[in-house]
């Protein structure tokens, strides 16, 4: 094993040597109309209520999707999909921002921008791989000039520069696209995840794809990383998805929280397939098995292949990605939030897109779930700390949180519930978490619940966004349902004030049940039951603005609960960009 690797680290400088990977592409700036690194001129409108304090964003214009994240020599890197022209989609490079502790970024010039044959249409999302002797190589989607999406490689031009401000790509690009042969839709084709080097020394790699409405994870192998041979059968394919975007594939420990590299193998782990559904904007992930020997991906018996399964996020959140800390042995996710605004408010204030706090994940004591919770490194922003004793919250109570700044903060609630005699027994036919919220909102009195925050809240209550849980009764056991309910977030209706919601498999009866909420002026990202549920909102308030804004916790149910803890914090403010 060792000496096939040394070996292939051997062979493979030699291929870059040989080959000219390494030179710097001739074509820098052969398609001047395409180049696309002209910031606009047009600054973002000054009135800006909805700017994040502590949420990556650039400052302008519009951001997509979170790319080939990595650590390189103590550096933390995110490029993102970038439109440096404008504020809706269009003309993407991979723009670039460098941290030294998840929280502070500072920009560089964009990394990856149109300048060859097999991207001059396009430069779309793509991830890192991390190669021998600790040489990052992204692999990420180009558009050919025939609005073909092919797959290509750039490596960093002096593996000197912590900040790996350059790349060059191999004029070998594409290295991996549709022909007549392989059947791959060339409109369908995109998204290369982190690869994976197998014990045969062979590279792999998974592609989004679909065929009529099924969706495709297809796989490629590599013994160079440059000469990619596709395999005979998909990683893994489920039916009435449509197409597979930004796929995502890793080994998780059944011991430990800590994270595995994505190369690992053996007893102690599963692994995860996260897929983005282009229909729905959701993404959905099984927990399941690697057959090596197969080379597919068996999901655990009773995983559902649909977003109808387990998410991530059950709010706005898309295109996430994870990468292995090595630093903190961890495995950490990126994932875009998109705007709930229209386009015509997105261009007067400018910019849309933020990406969600990077989130460490792991595996759940029971097999069956991810949890996810936001990097401690956030916690250096908190200051101000309010706490509140355990208190018991009768039912219609509203109770305030002052001494932070509401429009900036995090929150973190738990309760614990004594009596259930009270709980509502849950009809078999509600198994839609998002549309049982809708139905039953913060305003729909229960018996346990609704109970949990009022987030964004103008005074008087104009404005709220209402996080909460109730508990149901069923058969042989209570159910807990966590909402996120915007119908009241903004007096602007113009918004998307969708309703979202989750169970949270925590058996209220012996745990207390935790929430914890990132509020951050138009972002609210919340974590149910110590991260088992994720809702993440976007709202923009009209009044529960800055100073405007406060933070209540609330009990909307007949019966009390028991607040046991209350811990609020005022965020400052990141350096970010
Ligand atoms: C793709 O490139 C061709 C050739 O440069 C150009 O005519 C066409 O408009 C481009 N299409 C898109 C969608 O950018
Ligand atoms: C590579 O990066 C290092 C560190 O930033 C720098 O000192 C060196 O001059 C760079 N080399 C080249 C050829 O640019
Ligand atoms: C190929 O992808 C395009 C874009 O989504 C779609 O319109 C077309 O129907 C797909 N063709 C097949 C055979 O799936
Ligand atoms: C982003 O938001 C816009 C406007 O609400 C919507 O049309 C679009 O489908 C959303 N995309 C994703 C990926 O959420
Ligand atoms: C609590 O319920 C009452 C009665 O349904 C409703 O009027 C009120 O708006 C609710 N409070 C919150 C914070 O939603």
């Known amino acids: ?44 409108s000054a009135n ?8 990556f964003q650039p400052p302008k214009n519009w951001m997509n999707d979170p790319n080939g994240p990595l650590i390189y020599k103590g550096i933390y890197h995110l490029f993102y999909q970038y439109n ?17 502790d998840l929280v502070n970024w500072i920009p560089h010039d964009p990394a990856i921008y149109p300048s060859q044959q097999s991207d ?16 990052p190589a992204i692999l990420y989607t180009g558009i050919d000039p025939k609005n073909r999406q092919v797959q290509n490689l750039a490596v960093p031009k002096n593996l000197s520069d912590p900040y790996l401000r350059v790349w060059v790509k ?15 839709n060339s409109s369908s084709f995109r998204d290369p995840t982190t690869a994976w080097l197998g014990p045969d020394g062979h590279w792999r790699v998974i592609i989004g794809s679909k065929i009529d409405r099924q969706g495709k994870a297809i796989l490629f192998k590599s013994k160079d990383f440059v000469n990619w041979v596709q395999s005979p059968q998909p990683l ?15 080994p998780v420990s059944t011991k430990s929280s800590y994270g595995l590299d994505t190369s690992a193998l053996g007893s102690d782990l599963k692994h995860v397939l996260k897929v983005s559904l282009d229909d729905t904007k959701h993404e959905y992930y099984t927990i399941g098995t690697y057959d090596l020997a197969k080379d597919i991906y068996v999901p655990d018996q009773g995983s559902l292949n649909s977003d109808s399964g387990l998410r991530y996020d059950y709010g706005k959140f898309y295109a996430s990605k994870t990468f292995f800390d090595t630093a903190q042995n961890r495995r950490i996710l990126w994932g875009w939030i998109n705007e709930s605004s229209s386009v015509s408010a997105d261009v007067k204030k400018g910019w849309s897109g933020v990406q969600a706090v990077p989130r460490k994940i792991w595996l759940d004591r029971s097999g069956k779930q991810l949890v996810q919770w936001p990097v401690q490194e956030i916690e250096k922003l908190r200051a101000n700390q309010v706490t509140f004793p355990s208190k018991l919250l009768k039912g219609g109570s509203v109770l305030q949180v002052s001494g932070v700044t509401a429009s900036q903060a995090d929150v973190d609630i738990s309760f614990g519930i004594t009596e259930f005699e009270k709980a509502e027994v849950i009809d078999p036919k509600w198994t839609n978490p998002q549309e049982l919220c809708n139905q039953k909102g913060a305003s729909v009195k229960g018996n346990l619940g609704p109970f949990g925050l009022l987030v964004l809240s103008s005074k008087g209550l104009k404005e709220y966004t209402a996080v909460f ?17 915007q119908s009241r977030s903004s007096l602007d209706k113009s918004n998307d004030l969708t309703t979202y919601g989750a169970f ?74």
């Open 1 to 44: 094993m060792a000496f096939s690797f040394n070996f292939f680290i051997i062979s493979f400088l030699s291929f870059l040597l040989t080959h000219g990977i390494l030179k710097l592409e001739a074509s820098h700036h052969v398609y001047p109309n395409l180049q696309t690194l002209d910031e606009s001129t047009t600054p973002a």
């Open 48 to 55: 800006q209520p909805y700017r994040t304090g502590f949420h």
């Open 84 to 100: 440096p022209q404008d504020v809706v989609w269009g003309h993407i490079v991979w723009a670039h921002s460098t941290s030294t």
């Open 120 to 135: 001059m249409n396009g430069t779309w999302s793509g991830s890192t791989t991390i190669l021998p002797g600790g040489k």
């Open 170 to 184: 191999t004029p070998k690009n594409p290295l991996m696209a549709p022909n007549s042969l392989n059947q791959i």
């Open 236 to 250: 893994h394919s489920a039916n009435d998805n449509g197409m597979w975007e930004c796929p995502d594939f890793f």
């Open 469 to 485: 849980f109730r508990i149901f009764k069923a058969n042989d056991k209570y159910v807990v349902l966590m909402c996120s309910d």
């Open 504 to 577: 949270v498999d925590v058996d209220p009866v012996h745990q207390k049940l935790s929430l914890r909420s990132l509020i951050d002026h138009s972002i609210v990202e919340s974590f149910g039951g110590g991260g088992k549920a994720c809702i993440t909102a976007r709202v923009y308030p009209t009044l529960a603005i800055d100073d405007g804004a406060y933070l209540y916790a609330f009990n909307n149910g007949t019966e009390p609960v028991m607040m046991e803890k209350l811990d609020a914090w005022s965020m400052k403010k990141a350096r970010i960009n």
